[in-house]
């Protein structure tokens, strides 16, 4: 049973970082790719980054700069370093997992911004 579990978000000040991680359960970790999407209140839910198996990143132009996506196949876990935080970050973060038979997501970790 494909399972994926986010930790490390928060309250932080602007300017400031976090890193979320998500492991992911029940599923070969190291042969997928692995995005982090955000949802504000009132907004649709968006990608912010991407790795694919072999660790090439992508990112969304409100992040760049700012964001780095990485991973470790020996802890079934990738992550989110969060620099430069913004009031406009604040969001539930979310990892995704995408495979032939389904989409996964996470149950989301809050992040919010603000002095």
């Known amino acids: 049973q494909v399972q994926l579990v986010e930790s490390g978000g928060g309250l932080v000040q602007p300017g400031g970082s976090l890193r979320l991680s998500c492991v992911g359960f029940?599923?070969?970790?190291?042969?997928?790719?692995m995005s982090w999407y955000r949802q504000a209140p009132g907004n649709e839910r968006e990608l912010v980054a991407r790795i694919t198996s072999t660790g090439s990143a992508d990112y969304a132009d409100s992040v760049k700069g700012r964001f780095t996506i990485s991973r470790d196949n020996a802890k079934n876990t990738v992550y989110l370093q969060m620099n430069n935080l913004a009031p406009e970050d604040t969001a539930v973060y979310y990892c995704?997992?995408?495979?032939?038979?389904?989409?996964?997501w996470g149950q989301g970790t809050q992040v919010t911004v603000s002095s």
């Open positions: 995704y997992l995408r495979k032939p038979s389904s989409d996964y």
């Open positions: 029940g599923f070969t970790f190291s042969r997928y790719a």
